[in-house]
């Protein structure tokens, strides 16, 4: 019996590990995760070490998913208003204090790292909306969504300040799937639809040169082909480029002769379909979808009415961010520096997303439990 106890805590160590993994859900997530890893080589083909990098940010991913995926939704929903806190009080140190890059300020340095405090409010505005709907379930009214609409615009208008379009376009897409999910009629949403149409003109004087010049960019790329228009005519002709088949893997010209502008994160999207072609993309999108009815299917059966805004936030998360990015890298959307879930190279969008998944899988596994 003492030889077997070692065997035995490694099976009941194994069991805690996989108990909380919901099969379906990591398969994909993997799917997608080799893609990128399988597509990255090829784009970085001259620096190796981005995969090696790469393989680095997966393992702080994996970890995270699988802390939030022990974390039941109750306690979540506890973590839901010091975590928005949090968030909105390092936006404001951003502001303040934040470094310089490119002319945008979203960094704040941490002892010897530093750290984009934006990428927490994708996780920490849909719980904080999905709490406060929950406290007000029975009594849902107007003025609620209203409330809700405030704790929205508040963190997104100071992530736009950045200026941050890509990211605060992400938050705010969180913050509506939670506000829709909750039951907004659908009268105010066509009403919303139509102010915000009519607000595009007065918006336009507040966006910046570079954001006004994207939009003009996008619907006629060739009257900057150097400049501005640059990113998307060449990764329209990489994406057109690889016909049906694709060129193969390693065999994108476009790609190795540098012609896309940062393959290697938002525009990677270009370098997998110059390779693998438009049954390359059908299968990237299938992959996709099947996530995104995962997600769903485990928002629909969850237990409470924060777990389900929740869950269905986070998953349609999945949606913008594969929409939006490869929108733009076909040229039908600006470009917003959104990368490819689960494919681009990056450590902290990719944490972010697996956190997303992790807390999908709670949901799931805590599904049965009976709230008091």
Partial sequence: MALDA????LRRLAGRFTGSIDGPLFTLALILVAIGLVTLYSASYEYPARVTGQLANLAVAF??????????????MRFAVPAYLAGLLLLVAVALFGDIANGARRWLHVGVTRFQPSEMMKIAMPLMLAWYFHRHEA??????????GVLLLVPVLLIAKQPDLGTAVLVMAAGCYVIFFAGLSWKVIAGLAVAGIAGLFPLWGLLHDYQRKRILTLLDPTTDPLGAGYHIIQSTIAVGSGGI???????????????IPERHTDFIFAVFSEEFGLIGNCVLLLLYLLLIARGLMIAA??????????????TLIFFTYAFVNMGMVSGILPVVG??????SYGGTALATLFVGIGILMSVHRHRKLVQT
């Fill in 338 to 343: 959104v990368p490819l879930p689960f494919v």
């Fill in 63 to 76: 970890t995270a998913m699988w802390v939030f995926a022990q974390i039941p939704p109750q306690t979540l």
């Fill in 139 to 148: 009594t849902l009214r107007t003025r609620d969504f209203l409330v809700a």
């Fill in 245 to 259: 088949l694709g060129k193969g893997w390693l065999q994108g010209t476009q790609t190795h002769l540098e012609f």
């Fill in 301 to 314: 059966n969850a237990p409470t009415f924060f777990s389900r805004l929740l869950a269905g936030a986070v």
């Fill in 6 to 9: 070692p065997h035995l805590s």
